[in-house]
Nanobody, 126 residues
Framework: QVQLVESGGGLVQSGGSLRLSCAAS????????IGWYRQVPGKEREGLVC????????YYADSVQGRFTFSKDSDKNAAYLEMNDLKIEDTGVYYC???????????????????WGQGTQVTVFS
């Protein structure tokens, strides 16, 4: 069964850090480009960080540039999102996607028609 499971969310004070995990099962995470997204109630899902499977292309939303970092562990078959200097506006449900594409701008900016997992909640308080 092909599946992605997000975890690592929680409650964190503004300025703090969190590391989200995206565990892949049923396929090697290295075979696909990975995207991380955030959804806030009442707003459209936003693409934050998208990295091509061969690292040939990347996209970072302006809102997270310099604060969020993507990484991947082939041995653990997982991808990660390191989030630093968290702000209240980072609050939301975070999702990951694995897609066979090399266009990271498109992967991050067009979110319709995708199949999403349960996500992981991140809440930043002052």
């Amino acid at each position: 069964q092909v599946q992605l499971v997000e975890s690592g969310g929680g409650l964190v004070q503004s300025g703090g850090s969190l590391r989200l995990s995206c565990a892949a099962s049923g396929f090697p995470v290295d075979w696909y480009s990975i995207g991380w997204y955030r959804q806030v109630p009442g707003k459209e899902r936003e693409g934050l960080v998208c990295i091509a499977k061969d690292n040939s292309d990347s996209y970072y939303a302006d809102s997270v540039q310099g604060r969020f970092t993507f990484s991947k562990d082939s041995d653990k078959n997982a991808a990660y999102l390191e989030m630093n200097d968290l702000k209240i506006e980072d609050t939301g449900v975070y999702y990951c996607l694995a897609v066979n594409t090399q266009d990271m701008t498109r992967l991050c900016t067009f979110t319709g028609g995708r199949s999403w997992g349960q996500g992981t909640q991140v809440t930043v308080f002052s």
